[in-house]
Structures are given as C-alpha cells and as structure tokens.
C-alpha cells in the first residue's frame, strides 16, 4: 500500500508563496505519475500539475508561470512551489499517484489534502 502525506499549506497574503510537500511511503523511482490537484469551495477538484517518472511537466493554465511541480526520487517527495498567489489559489491541496502513464485523472493513490487559503 502507497500512502501519500501533504504538508506546507496554511494561510498566506495574495502575491504571496507557499511550498507544498507530498510524502510517499515507499521508493517513488518507479511511480510513473505523480500530480497535484485542487478543490475549491462548491466546485468540483481540478489538476493543477503533474509530472512523469522522467520528469517531464503538465501546467493547468490557471497556474502557468506561477507554479512549479517536482519531485525528489531519493526522497520520496514531490513539491509544488507556488508562487504570486492569489485568492483564485483558495482550496484544498491533494497529491495524487499512479504506476500507470498519462495524466488521465485517475489515480491509484491520493493523499488526504491539506488546505491552502490566499487572503486578498
């Protein structure tokens, strides 16, 4: 079983950063796709970023320019820097992975979420 642990939300000004973690409980190296999504208050979750096992990246447009998605094979950690927050960026942050490729929306694995509040 893969458990996933965000940490690194909280309260923060717009214009503002924050640096959200994504533990995993076992070795990442062969976690093909990894993701971070959003749900905010009365609307459905959404993708905000993914990454594959070769690093390569996928930007909604929402957060284009402003966020950046990683992850740290050795740590078993993926990040998402965000950056010149704004209120929009409201909503509860979740990590999510699969073995499979392709960021198709469906993952074997999600973490519990963390919350994520932009005040304007």
């Known amino acids: 079983q893969v458990q996933l642990v965000e940490s690194g939300g909280g309260l923060v000004q717009a214009g503002g950063s924050l640096r959200l973690s994504c533990a995993v409980s076992?070795?990442?190296?062969?976690?093909?796709?990894m993701a971070w999504y959003r749900q905010a208050p009365g609307k459905q979750r959404e993708m905000v970023a993914g990454?594959?096992?070769?690093?390569?990246?996928k930007y909604e447009d929402p957060v284009k320019g402003r966020f950046t998605i990683s992850r740290d094979n050795v740590q078993n950690t993926m990040y998402l820097q965000m950056n010149s927050l704004n209120p929009e960026d409201t909503g509860v942050y979740y990590c999510?992975?699969?073995?499979?490729?392709?960021?198709?929306?469906?993952?074997?694995?999600w973490g519990q979420g963390i919350q994520v509040t932009v005040s304007s």
């Open positions: 990454i594959t096992r070769g690093g390569s990246t």
């Open positions: 999510a992975a699969d073995w499979a490729d392709g960021f198709r929306g469906s993952y074997a694995y």
């Open positions: 076992r070795s990442i190296f062969r976690i093909n796709t």
